[in-house]
């Protein structure tokens, strides 16, 4: 039966997916209209319609959010224009802590993992606690960029989501300005699916059901073999026992080959404790690590050093490690340094006796 139920939570999810499907398609095959909420100095959202390339206001009283969803006087206009449309929101940079992240030329092919990890040392808050983006890529010299990043408490934005989720907005983007008025830096980007979902999702649910139906036959003449089968198991599982008792009567060649089996495996298999040791002799001063995962004959080391390039030769010299490579670009930490990430191959530690 659990066999039964993680299938039908996966028919369902299916259905989701191809609900999701059919409704993106429909908001292609639509005119794009767009709803801008600007945030005012009071903290209220001015309403504007963004279409065909034109902006221009809503005839519409300034909304507000509360922890329940939009407060104040809202009229059944907009909020069916909000239901149907996409809403960018533009909020107070006042809402934000900028920083400024300098990294190398080339850097900008894997910037969401880069800015992502390093939110937590720019930041007060972690990656999963913060709202978060940054800007275009700017060159500062001849092999280094930078970005602006813009990160807020995930917390502070999310009553803003939820209403215009409990609105059904056909999909919506938080975002906010630089600080020196210039650049939009999204932070939130949602797809919603709109307000027609449901109606669409119960179409779908209608026109899958003879194929659920099917699917459950089949799963019950499944079932039924299994039974058939479980006689055929346990003789199976009485021959099994007969031959676990004749091995275990003539145990003596075999307890001799798994103690060979373990010794061999002691010669080949790199000694955690040993690579442990020759990492820190190898390592300088001045480079730490943050983390060390060990795993199928590999080291993988995180950390931060003055000079990353230089640790390459320092591991390699050690006969414990060979092929060391760098994973991941090398980033400049804000406080100075190279953050690196850095895999080798480990070499068994014990050499075979003669």
Do not use: C, Y
């Amino acid at each position: 039966m659990t066999a039964a139920v993680s299938m039908v939570k996966a028919l369902e999810r299916w259905i989701d997916d191809v609900t999701a499907g059919f409704a993106r398609a429909g908001a292609m095959i639509r005119r794009g209209r767009t709803i801008e909420l600007v945030e005012q100095p009071d903290g209220s959202f001015l309403a504007l319609v963004r279409r065909n390339g034109e902006t221009r206001p809503l005839n519409e009283p300034s909304l507000r959010v509360s922890e329940d969803g939009f407060a104040g006087p809202t009229t059944g206009r907009l909020r069916s224009l909000i239901s149907k449309s996409r809403v960018d929101v533009e909020l107070a940079p006042s809402r934000f802590l900028f920083r400024t992240l300098e990294l190398p030329l080339g850097a900008d092919q894997f910037l969401e993992g880069v800015v992502r990890s390093q939110i937590d040392r720019l930041t007060p808050w972690s990656a999963d606690a913060a709202a978060f983006g940054w800007s275009a890529p700017r060159a500062v010299g001849p092999d280094r960029i930078a970005v602006t990043v813009a990160a807020t408490a995930r917390e502070l934005v999310a009553p803003i989501a939820k209403s215009l989720i409990a609105e059904h907005a056909e999909g919506f983007r938080l975002s906010t300005r630089s600080e020196d008025g210039g650049a939009i830096i999204p932070v939130l980007t949602e797809r919603t699916g709109g307000g027609g979902d449901a109606g669409l999702r119960k179409g779908v649910m209608i026109g899958l059901a003879a194929a659920l139906l099917v699917f459950l036959v089949s799963l019950a003449a499944w079932l039924i073999l299994g039974n058939l089968n479980e006689s055929r198991d346990r003789a199976l599982q009485a021959e099994m026992a007969r031959r676990r008792a004749e091995l275990l009567h003539n145990a003596g060649s075999a307890d001799q080959q798994a103690i060979q089996a373990i010794e061999q495996r002691k010669r080949t298999t790199p000694s955690a404790v040993i690579a442990l040791e020759e990492l820190s002799k190898a390592l300088p001063d001045d480079a730490h690590l943050t983390e060390l995962r060990i795993e199928d004959g590999k080291i993988d080391i995180i950390g931060l050093a003055r000079d990353a390039s230089a640790l390459i030769p320092l591991i390699e010299q050690s006969r414990q490690f060979t092929q060391a490579t760098f994973v991941g670009p090398t980033v400049r930490a804000p406080n100075g340094g190279e953050i690196f990430h850095i895999e080798a191959h480990l070499e068994p530690s014990f050499a075979s006796r003669s």
